[in-house]
């Protein structure tokens, strides 16, 4: 049984930091291709940021330089530190493997508010 399990999301205000970790299992981790997607109220699911089994990323253009995304083979999970967070950043995020088969994780809320 496949399972992405998201954490750390939560309320911050605008400029801080979270850290967003996704713990899988029941898939070949170091071998698939992981990425968080993220969508706003009323707005379509779109991709944050990737990273391939070999470590190269890339990233929506509104969080490069804001946003990294990293992963850890040995733990079975991959992370997102976001850095200098706007409003606009709010969003329930989401983990997402493919192995190829597509999986998801159910999500975590981000607010950024004052």
């Known amino acids: 049984q496949v399972q992405l399990v998201e954490s750390g999301g939560g309320l911050v205000q605008p400029g801080g930091s979270l850290r967003l970790s996704c713990a899988a299992s029941g898939i070949i981790f170091s071998s698939s291709y992981m990425d968080w997607y993220r969508q706003a109220p009323g707005k379509q699911r779109e991709q944050v940021a990737g990273?391939?089994?070999?470590?190269?990323?890339n990233y929506l253009d509104s969080v490069k330089g804001r946003f990294t995304i990293s992963r850890d083979n040995t733990k079975n999970a991959v992370y997102l530190q976001m850095n200098s967070l706007k409003p606009e950043d709010t969003a329930v995020y989401y983990c997402?493997?493919?192995?190829?088969?597509?999986?998801w994780g159910q999500g975590t809320q981000v607010t950024v508010s004052s």
């Open positions: 997402h493997a493919v192995t190829p088969r597509h999986y």
């Open positions: 990273i391939t089994k070999g470590g190269i990323t």
